[in-house]
């Protein structure tokens, strides 16, 4: 902060430096106030920007999710269709084998240990 003094008589030298100190003051005080409010300005502007910014990207994301679930929905049908023509002979046919002694897990209870039965599928 500067006080600007003037040289003048002894009485009005120390009223003419107490009332520019005050001048300055204010002119600091305004400033800091014109500052804050464009700071204020330049983030609002920011948030704005920002918030369209994820409105957009939101509806981009909403639109592939609606195109992946698409995409989905026609590799289950492809999939369930596939997998209903599959048949032993095929599969025989393809080189796959009847699995031998498979071994299964089962839990009678809550309490107690995990039995392991072996059971041959036929």
């Given at each position: 902060?500067?006080?600007?003094?003037?040289?003048?008589?002894?009485?009005?030298?120390?009223?003419?430096?107490?009332?520019?100190?005050?001048?300055?003051?204010?002119?600091v005080v305004?400033?800091?106030?014109?500052?804050?409010?464009?700071?204020?300005?330049?983030?609002?502007?920011?948030?704005?920007?920002?918030?369209?910014a994820d409105?957009?990207?939101?509806?981009?994301?909403?639109?592939?999710?609606?195109?992946?679930?698409?995409?989905?929905?026609?590799?289950?049908?492809?999939?369930?269709?596939?997998?209903?023509?599959?048949?032993?002979?095929?599969?025989?046919?393809?080189?796959?084998?009847?699995?031998?002694?498979?071994?299964?897990?089962?839990?009678?209870?809550?309490?107690?240990?995990?039995?392991?039965?072996?059971?041959?599928?036929?």
């Open positions: 902060m500067t006080t600007r003094t003037y040289t003048m008589h002894q009485g009005r030298t120390t009223a003419i430096t107490r009332t520019l100190a005050q001048y300055d003051i204010r002119d305004f400033r800091a106030a014109l500052s804050l409010i464009a700071a204020a300005l330049v983030l609002y502007a920011y948030f704005i920007a920002a918030t369209v409105v957009i990207a939101r509806t981009h994301a909403e639109a592939n999710t609606v195109a992946l679930k698409s995409e989905v929905s026609a590799l289950e049908t492809t999939y369930l269709a596939r997998s209903a023509g599959i048949t032993r002979t095929l599969a025989t046919e393809q080189g796959f084998v009847e699995a031998q002694g498979t071994l299964f897990a089962s839990v009678p209870s809550a309490g107690s240990a995990v039995a392991y039965v072996s059971h041959e599928v036929r």
